[in-house]
């Protein structure tokens, strides 16, 4: 069967023929190529992680690695500058933001600092960025103190949107600044500040204007003065008040009260003193009838 | 019979369709000289036709040959297998190495063989078509009359196809489908082979663990290679000239209506050679390839070739020989196998065609100066061929030798209709067929 001298033979074998077909069926392919080093290095690893010391270490160096690079100079910040705020503001600031400089900006949460400097009273506004250089600039615009408000409890500083600035140790600490009172004052700050505005040109008599019942204004003069202001345009109210103070000198006399609530029925009151003075006046003129 | 040739048929087109689906088929043609393996990848880009059930399989054209693999064959004589074993390794290292390159497992093969003694019938029947046009079922009643000539024991139908159909008196019509008329006539071109070889070949391919999704003749794969449009559709013969035997096919109207193969090849031009020098097959297959020739010049007589020898004998191993006693050697057998091709063309009928175009192809057609010879005995009007170039088809691969493969491939991706690419007509299936009853129901409610 089998010829003299037969030449080397390059058919394969039925074996390696059949484990190359079985190589090149997809899905051992697939298995081949993704699947084996997929479980190889998944193996490997596992293996390496087992130990609880390796992992630390691992954890360890990968924590070095970025710790190197995050405290790198260009990345440090090495002051904390505040433009914008007193000395007393920049204080509070400084406390209530501890860093401990230097420090990576990687560990700065710009935001939250924000958060932390905007959250403080007398702060209305801030901005913080990291300015190259190394400095965390806080630009904080501060709440200006346009009221005293006095209440039971003390005495407040307001800004214009009556939010709270800060307390007083007495009202003598800012003369400079109105006065008002009454519970619910800070909520119509702006009201009272155009009444204020309004009640310029008694500038000198007035002492303060008084929340009343949570809706109305008394605005009240030295002398134990008042004005009652109604609930809606107590400014066209005080203007009209200040209009007939001009022509009959109304304020200078002896009145208690100029009731203004009633728009088409304003009304005075007299002070204790003057009426008895009037009382007598008239029982002489008219000899007791 | 006919219906377990449908049978077998069907079975190994469903085959087909299946490694189309799956997009890659290999193709394998089992020469006596070679073994060659190509892996087509399909890319389906297209979609399919509206009849999907029969046609070419159309919208799989698109492919692509992403692995080729040559061997040499050692079992293989005249085109049929003798020596299995010897086949089956062959098979083996081809698909082997195709796999290789195309980097994917093939399962399906498509297989072609040049021997076996094919011989061509011509069957034609009529029938009168109950309907006013011709339906799908006219056309497979009109096939099943074709009378089907005693063929012999012991051997298969390989190709049946309808070439021509004819509808009344207007003849030449390549689709009745659809069209008015009474008389349905059918011309149909039957190639019978050997039934042992193809047995062998499938006995072969199952070894190597491959599916068979086809077999065709090689001679007509290398005509659908080697020919260019208009000699198929105006009538021209493909002379396939291989190693253990040379392949006839005439075509026409882009259909083969004969086949044929002469049981001589280039082996024998190889075999003189080593005769008549006394030199082993390699080197007289070396030495004709080199020099080799049919037609010898004045310088011939001067141009000496070294034939060597490794037999240690200083006389012996410094013979030459001029190369115009190599062609005076290899001339005559050329002249054989022409005269018998030539014999074959007459007993065809080749000359009523009206075109006369002869298609020389094959690793034989590569001998220097074989268009003048074969136009000498053949007629005026020959031409060496070479396969049609494929996408993505190897430098190595595009020579004439490998018309056949290359044929295959585009066999594979256009089959044309064969006679079980249509439905059994009704009344030939077998009385207690399920599908029978099915059809009456499908037809009565």
């Excluded at chain 2, 290679?225 to 105006?234: G, T």
């Excluded at chain 2, 585009?410 to 299936?429: I, K, N, R």
Aim: hydrophobic content about 40%; some cysteine.
């Amino acid at each position: 069967m089998r010829p003299l001298g037969r030449a080397s033979d390059p058919a394969p074998s039925r074996l390696s023929y059949r484990i190359q077909r079985w190589l090149l069926t997809p899905g051992v392919r697939l298995f081949l190529r993704a699947g084996v080093p997929f479980a190889v290095v998944f193996g490997l690893v596992s293996a390496y992680m087992a130990d609880e010391d390796r992992r630390d270490g691992f954890n360890l160096a990968i924590d070095g690695i970025v710790r190197s690079v995050q405290e790198r100079p260009e990345f440090m910040v090495n002051m904390m500058a505040i433009d914008g705020a007193g000395r007393s503001v920049s204080q509070d600031i400084r406390e209530v933001v501890p860093l401990d400089f230097p420090i990576s900006s990687f560990d700065l949460d710009l935001a939250a600092i924000r958060d932390t400097v905007v959250g403080l009273d007398p702060v209305k506004d801030a901005s913080v960025r990291i300015r190259p250089g190394g400095v965390l600039e806080v630009d904080v615009t501060e709440r200006v103190p346009f009221l005293v408000w006095r209440t039971r409890d003390g005495i407040e500083l307001l800004d214009e949107t009556g939010a709270h600035v800060s307390f007083l140790e007495a009202r003598s600490d800012r003369p400079d600044l109105p006065l008002i009172a009454g519970d619910g004052a800070e909520l119509h700050v702006q009201q009272a500040m155009a009444v204020l505005a309004a009640a310029e040109p008694l500038r000198d008599r007035v002492r303060g204007l008084v929340r009343v019942g949570q809706r109305r204004w008394d605005l009240v003069l030295d002398r134990d003065q008042k004005i009652l202001l109604p609930e809606d345009n107590p400014v066209q109210a005080l203007e009209r008040v200040l209009t007939l103070s001009d022509a009959y000198e109304m304020l200078e006399r002896d009145v208690a009260q100029v009731d203004m609530r009633l728009g088409q029925r304003p009304t005075l009151r007299m002070s204790q003193a003057a009426l008895e003075s009037w009382w007598q006046i008239k029982q002489l003129t008219t000899g007791g009838q | 019979m006919m219906a377990d040739l449908y049978q077998a048929q069907r079975a190994m087109r469903q085959m087909r369709k299946q490694a189309l689906q799956r997009g890659v088929v290999a193709i394998l043609d089992v020469g006596s000289s070679k073994t060659a393996c190509l892996v087509l990848r399909f890319d389906g880009s297209t979609p399919s036709g509206e009849d999907g059930e029969i046609g070419s399989l159309a919208g799989q054209s698109g492919f692509r040959v992403v692995g080729a693999a040559t061997t040499r064959s050692r079992g293989v004589q005249f085109g049929e297998i003798t020596a299995m074993q010897e086949t089956e390794r062959a098979i083996r290292t081809a698909v082997q190495a195709a796999q290789k390159m195309a980097n994917v497992r093939v399962d399906h093969v498509i297989a072609s063989f040049s021997g076996a003694r094919p011989r061509s019938y011509g069957l034609d029947a009529q029938i009168e078509t109950n309907g006013q046009t011709v339906s799908e079922q006219d056309i497979a009643r009109v096939l099943a009359a074709c009378e089907v000539p005693e063929y012999g024991a012991g051997r298969e139908v390989l190709h049946a196809q309808p070439v021509n159909f004819a509808l009344d008196h207007r003849s030449g019509l390549s689709d009745p489908r659809g069209q008015i008329g009474q008389s349905l006539t059918v011309d149909m071109h039957m190639l019978t082979v050997e039934a042992a070889a193809i047995q062998n070949l499938v006995h072969c391919v199952k070894r190597c663990d491959l599916e068979l999704a086809g077999i065709a003749s090689s001679a007509y794969v290398a005509g659908i290679s080697a020919m260019v449009e208009d000699e198929q559709e105006l009538g021209a013969a493909c002379v396939d000239m291989g190693g253990g035997s040379t392949g006839v096919s005439i075509f026409m109207k882009k259909h083969m209506i004969y086949a044929d193969s002469v049981r001589m090849g280039g082996d024998h031009v190889t075999g003189d050679i080593s005769m008549g020098l006394g030199v082993p097959m390699a080197t007289a297959e070396r030495i004709k390839t080199f020099y080799g020739g049919v037609h010898a010049t004045g310088i011939d007589d001067r141009d000496m070739i070294e034939i060597g020898g490794e037999t240690g004998d200083w006389e012996l191993d410094r013979r030459t020989v001029s190369r115009a006693e190599l062609i005076g050697i290899m001339r005559p057998r050329v002249e054989e196998i022409l005269e018998e091709v030539r014999a074959r063309l007459d007993a065809a009928g080749f000359e009523y065609l009206p075109s006369q175009q002869i298609v020389l192809t094959g690793g034989a057609s590569q001998i220097p100066g074989l268009d003048l010879l074969a136009s000498r005995i053949l007629g005026q009007q020959v031409r060496l061929g070479r396969p049609l170039r494929v996408h993505g088809l190897p430098q190595a691969v595009t020579g004439p030798a490998f018309a056949s493969a290359v044929g295959l491939a585009l066999f594979a991706a256009h089959p044309q209709d064969e006679w079980w690419d249509f439905e059994m007509p009704v009344d030939s299936y077998p009385a207690r067929s399920l599908r029978r009853a099915v059809r009456w129901f499908r037809e009565n409610w």
